[in-house]
């Protein structure tokens, strides 16, 4: 009985893994346990799953010791387990990426682990949602021509969870959307302890020294999952992620500046180089996000001159995903910006952020309706009336309609920031924050956001229609600026030590690529309060 069921994992596993044998697997079938040994995964395969951009590839994915923990009476409310010790990743980006694509399905059904037809979510896809994995550690090398980025993420544990999220029996971590019981929300958290990340520079390495150039530690960072599938076809049809970190300390030098600057250099010139390898693949996301937006139109999409209907018409639930969207939020933010010569007692400046949140909607029909969105109505609908109004003015210029119209939203917020003026060894001043935020002052509530930044690109999937000029909405609460020109200076010298002629070049051709395109802007600018000093520095 053992023997034909490691000959049906071999078989199984064949699609994911290189060079799997029965050697490698040991499986007590009364006990419920298994173990795998220095498993090594097709990187071609996974790179195809994962579909990762054609510019970026695995070359090496390996997982040392693995554990798996099968409750086979209770497979209905405990879930399966899998522990593994460490995976090791590498992967490559630019012209070393050699790439081939797979055909991902017809290798999962060539291995018996999907239908040829559709499959409904039944019971054995209730049990795959629920496996509990937990990783010891996690080590990824992402390399480029002149960098390297190496990552390290220490307990890493993915779970499913209930609507609060917490563990839970399984039968309490989906939910059937009602009335029509036709599409369920899965819920899956993943947690990390610590996570490191690192650049080194190749040079810098063939010389002997294996001191990274830069440096940032994270501690607890979340990612909370819902998924929507539907009932008949098990297909995902939109998901939410929140990905939540902790408090953040940012330290850097001009030097340490230019480490960041040459990797998005790096990676701006791959992609760009790398864009016209598939223009084909740019229609199919759209097609796929008309289909999955078709149930949400049916429900929100209203015309233009219903926009100002009352909120309350409208029901939010929170965790109905009626469309695909992606949020990072943060604690508070603390960025020190320090001279190179002396470290921070040479100057420092000190930017404060609290609870920055960044929310991404990549692929929405044109002007779809807001409502069910987390930012409160006023900002929603501030920047949706700017749109439309630029909508309206595109459609009569052009004659084009906004039926083949689609849209990518990024929402920028923050609750509070706070610009400290530049210390130094020679002096301290007194002065207070040189740009702070003042909600207080004018009785806004603490949940209020101090700065909204709503910006909305258009695209179409059609080469015959010109597509809508960019839009950026700018919201500033009341803000409070004290000008000190000591800091003034200071942050002229910064920025002329950390721009090198070579990124001086490389910002400015960024600057003429986004000049050519045409966007529109409109702020909101409420109660600014600004004090100049009558005096200047001799």
């Excluded at 209730?126 to 496996?131: K, L």
């Excluded at 929405?364 to 069910?372: C, E, I, K, L, Y």
Aim: charged share 25%; glycine share 4%; net charge negative.
């Amino acid at each position: 009985m053992s023997a034909i069921l490691k000959n049906q994992l071999v078989k199984r596993l064949a699609c994911f893994t290189k060079g799997l044998s029965v050697d490698k697997i040991d499986i007590n079938i009364l006990s419920g346990r298994g173990y795998l040994d220095n498993i090594e995964l097709d990187e071609q395969f996974m790179s195809s799953v994962m579909e990762l951009p054609q510019w970026m590839c695995f070359t090496k994915i390996l997982c040392s010791k693995i554990n798996l923990k099968v409750s086979f009476t209770k497979l209905n409310s405990e879930p399966i387990r899998i522990f593994i010790d460490t995976v090791y990743v590498e992967a490559e980006i630019g012209k070393a990426c050699n790439r081939s694509d797979v055909n991902v399905q017809k290798k999962m059904v060539e291995a018996g682990l999907a239908g040829s037809g559709s499959t409904s979510y039944g019971y054995v896809e209730q049990v795959i949602d629920g496996m509990h994995v937990t990783v010891n550690t996690i080590r990824l090398t992402l390399s480029l021509q002149l960098q390297y980025l190496a990552m390290e993420l220490n307990g890493v544990e993915l779970v499913s969870a209930n609507r609060k999220w917490k563990a839970d029996d399984l039968r309490k971590t989906r939910a059937y959307v009602m009335p029509s019981k036709e599409e369920v929300l899965v819920y899956k958290m993943l947690t990390v302890q610590r996570a490191k990340f690192e650049f080194f520079e190749k040079a810098t390495q063939s010389d002997g020294s294996d001191a990274p150039a830069l440096k940032f530690n994270f501690n607890m960072i979340e990612l909370l999952i819902t998924m929507k599938k539907l009932v008949a076809t098990n297909e995902v049809v939109s998901a939410c992620l929140r990905l939540i970190f902790d408090d953040l300390l940012l330290v850097f030098t001009p030097t340490q500046l230019q480490v960041l600057l040459t990797f998005a250099k790096e990676l701006s010139d791959v992609i760009e180089l790398s864009a016209p390898v598939k223009p084909s693949k740019t229609a199919a996301p759209l097609q796929k996000a008309q289909t999955v937006a078709k149930s949400f139109m049916q429900r929100f999409s209203k015309q233009q001159e219903e926009d100002d209907l009352d909120d309350n018409e409208f029901e939010v639930v929170s965790d109905n995903v009626l469309e695909t969207s992606y949020h990072l939020k943060t604690g508070t933010i603390d960025i020190l910006l320090c001279d190179d010569e002396g470290g921070c007692n040479e100057g420092s400046l000190q930017l404060k952020l609290e609870v920055v949140q960044v929310e991404l909607y990549p692929h929405r029909t044109g002007n779809a309706s807001r409502r069910h969105w987390t930012l409160p109505a006023q900002y929603v609908k501030e920047a949706q009336l700017f749109a439309a109004e630029m909508l309206s003015d595109y459609a009569h210029n052009t004659g084009n309609g906004l039926s083949k119209l689609y849209e990518m939203i990024v929402v920028l917020r923050c609750e509070h920031f706070e610009l400290l003026p530049v210390v130094g060894a020679t002096k301290r001043t007194t002065l207070g924050p040189l740009v702070v935020s003042d909600k207080a002052k004018f009785g806004l509530a603490q949940s209020e956001p101090a700065l909204v930044v709503t910006i909305t690109t258009y695209f179409t999937d059609r080469t015959d229609v010109q597509g809508a000029p960019r839009n950026v909405h700018v919201h500033l609460n009341p803000t409070e600026v004290n000008l000190d020109t000591m800091t003034v200076w200071w942050l002229r010298e910064f920025v002329t030590a950390t721009l090198t002629e070579e990124f001086g070049i490389f910002l400015t051709e960024m600057s003429k690529e986004e000049s050519t395109s045409e966007f529109r802007l409109k702020s909101v600018i409420v109660l600014p309060h600004i004090t100049i000093p009558l005096s200047l520095p001799h």
